[in-house]
């Protein structure tokens, strides 16, 4: 009986691939057509646009991009599903290829285009690539160091920090920086707030448009979890166990994302934790647990700006 299920398992499991393959386009033959940049171009740009045509049945596209110095060296390897990619490149000779892609075919990839990226002088159509922090980031820490890439050409960088609460203030303006980077004060972060970062390059003649990132600064803690299953002292008799709580309203000026962590122990006071289990994006957890006893549990929250909320009250539960 018992290999007649592995067997009627396995079937299953082949049909199912196989009908995904049915349902899906065979585009084996077929060819992605590249748009830009264009066989032999030479780019000044330090930010390069990607771009080529659409193509039926592909549900994604493998970007590949070689240094043409460096016997094709793959330096970028990335999927996308949208027909254009940015991507900044330092001066040098590079090749780029396509290839469309779903869940069972693929194309064979495009024929290499070579190309070519010199630094100018003129800055115009230029960008300044910001390092850290990354983008959008969480922090609870005011001790903010924002960087960037030296761009060829730039005599000097301007730095602004905007704070976006009930509309945007301006608090930090700061020209003529000749570092690839900027300590922004700490008593500029006054309040948990969205702040943008703003830097753009200048020399003599020309100068980039601003590059922006934002940060968001966030010292609430989320509100302590309250538990719902199993009740307190609660006789369970299955494995699985089932556990729920609610995780309560954030209050801050900054939401953020926020995970929790449920601990699970064989003492009241948690010297003996069995599981450590941190659930993202959810209040509910299934746990097996097989030996009898008498258990404790609790949750407590984290948001993405690594804030934590005090320990919920713990309950205990009896395994039978």
């Avoid at 016997?71 to 780029?96: A, C, R």
Wanted: proline share 3%.
């Amino acid at each position: 009986m018992a290999n007649n299920n592995k067997l009627l398992g396995l079937m299953s499991l082949l049909f199912f691939i196989s009908c995904d393959d049915i349902l899906e386009e065979n585009i084996s033959n077929d060819l992605v057509t590249p748009i830009t940049p264009t066989s032999e171009s030479v780019i000044t740009n330090n930010v390069i646009n990607f771009s080529w045509n659409a193509s039926d049945g592909v549900d994604d596209y493998r970007l590949q991009l070689l240094d043409n110095n460096q016997s094709n060296l793959i330096i970028l390897d990335s999927l996308v599903s949208t027909t254009s990619f940015q991507h900044p490149l330092d001066p040098g000779n590079y090749k780029w290829r396509v290839r469309g892609e779903n869940f069972a075919y693929e194309t064979a990839y495009s024929f290499p285009i070579s190309f070519s990226v010199i630094a100018s002088s003129d800055l115009t159509n230029q960008s300044v690539i910001l390092n850290t922090p990354t983008a959008n980031l969480y922090t609870n820490s005011t001790n903010i160091l924002c960087t960037w890439n030296e761009l060829p050409f730039a005599d000097s960088y301007s730095f602004e920090l905007i704070k976006n609460l009930n509309g945007q203030t301006t608090e930090v303006q700061q020209t003529g920086i000749t570092a690839t980077s900027y300590s922004v004060n700490t008593s500029v972060f006054d309040v948990d707030a969205e702040y943008i970062w703003k830097v753009k390059a200048v020399n003599a003649t020309t100068e980039t448009t601003f590059t922006s990132r934002s940060l968001f600064l966030d010292r609430e803690a989320p509100n302590q979890p309250s538990l719902v299953s199993p009740a307190d002292d609660e006789i369970i008799t299955t494995i699985d166990i089932d556990f729920n709580w609610t995780l309560g309203q954030d209050n801050g000026n900054v939401q953020s994302e926020i995970e929790s962590i449920l601990e699970i122990s064989q003492d009241a006071n948690f010297n003996s934790i069995i599981e450590t289990i941190t659930v993202n994006n959810g209040n509910s957890q299934q746990v097996s647990i097989e030996n009898v006893g008498t258990y404790y549990w609790r949750v407590r929250a984290k948001d993405a700006a690594q804030n934590v909320s005090s320990n919920s009250i713990s309950r205990s539960f009896i395994t039978q």
